[in-house]
């Protein structure tokens, strides 16, 4: 019973290690100075989805970081993939760590993933739209599960309310990516004809206790603000270490995913929520702790249905955990 209550829990003696990443969405106006703030992460795979970085690509690179050019949903996504399972690495011999993932901006990705749904790049059907929301939601909790910082931009645009009257602003993006984030700000210069003022943050969002904020409702942005804000609300820098990568599923594990799922008639409504839960869009990208929880759950139901099928009288003292499969033969191999 123990390993059930404390097995995988967070608890007093490893709560610093469970601490989370930063997840930080910031948007704002156009020239703003959204990648000139980014440009201060130390560590950083950034990701250029707008050509926004040739100016001052020589500020990131001194921080360590490192520039991708491409405005692909696919393939950004692959990004976020290999480095949740290969970071730190080493390629041609030089090692490399990264702390922090930037994302600048999200905009352009969600755009491209609209018109790579839509067939004849015209407007998106219904049945295309859903299909977008999985996709970018699926993509969403890659982001909030890979053990790194990730900071990412977007546009702005209109927020209306009732009666199409103004109420404010909003990122440019899919609607609920606010509800991915920790920390949502809005940044703006101190003065708005000059664009060489102070930046500042606005946070319009935050997951911290009630009546305990971590950060102020306006503060003058740099990297090292953030950092102290963060370190003193937990005492800990969770900003600066070396990201835990996760170990992949072996190609056996999925083969043996694959024939469960077939011999048992697996519903796909219950393999969708276990891929939710491991936030991921296949099982060939569950880790390998997740792909053995699979097969243990799985093969626990296999055995079950089998003595129901070898015991008549078994089926009736015990509700069957899912519906038999056609293949009895099998079951009882």
Not at 38 to 55: G, N
Request: net charge negative; hydrophobic share 35%.
């Amino acid at each position: 019973m123990q390993n059930k209550l404390f097995d995988g829990s967070i608890t007093k003696e490893n709560a610093d290690l469970q601490k989370k990443r930063a997840k930080v969405l910031m948007y704002g106006g156009w020239k703003v100075g959204k990648t000139t703030a980014m440009t201060q992460l130390p560590k950083s795979y950034f990701i250029d989805t707008e050509d926004a970085t040739d100016w001052c690509q020589d500020d990131i690179l001194k921080r360590g970081g490192v520039i991708k050019k491409t405005s692909s949903f696919d393939e950004v996504s692959d990004i976020v993939d290999y480095l949740s399972e290969n970071n730190p690495g080493v390629v041609d011999n030089e090692p490399y760590e990264f702390w922090t993932l930037v994302i600048d901006s999200l905009t352009p990705l969600y755009l491209n993933l609209q018109e790579k749904l839509s067939k004849d790049g015209g407007g998106l059907t219904i049945q295309q739209w859903g299909k977008l929301k999985t996709q970018w939601k699926t993509f969403m909790l890659k982001l909030l599960a890979i053990d790194m910082n990730v900071f990412a931009t977007s546009h702005e645009t209109i927020e209306y309310g009732p009666e199409m009257v103004r109420i404010g602003t909003k990122p440019d993006s899919e609607k609920r990516d606010p509800h991915w984030f920790d920390f949502i700000f809005v940044l703006e210069l101190a003065d708005k004809n000059n664009k060489n003022s102070d930046r500042y943050c606005i946070t319009k969002g935050e997951r911290s206790p009630l009546g305990k904020p971590i950060f102020p409702d306006r503060f003058r942005w740099s990297y090292d603000a953030f950092k102290t804000y963060l370190i003193d609300f937990f005492g800990v820098d969770i900003l600066e270490r070396t990201p835990k990568t996760i170990t992949p599923s072996t190609p056996e594990q999925v083969d043996k995913l694959r024939n469960l799922i077939n011999l048992l008639n697996f519903p796909q409504d219950d393999l969708n929520k276990w891929l939710e839960k491991a936030r991921v869009d296949s099982i060939e990208k569950f880790s390998y702790e997740q792909s053995e929880a699979s097969i243990d759950r799985l093969e626990k139901i296999r055995k079950q249905r089998a003595k129901e099928l070898a015991d008549p009288d078994y089926k009736a003292q015990n509700k069957p955990i899912k519906k038999k499969t056609e293949s009895e033969e099998d079951l009882l191999a």
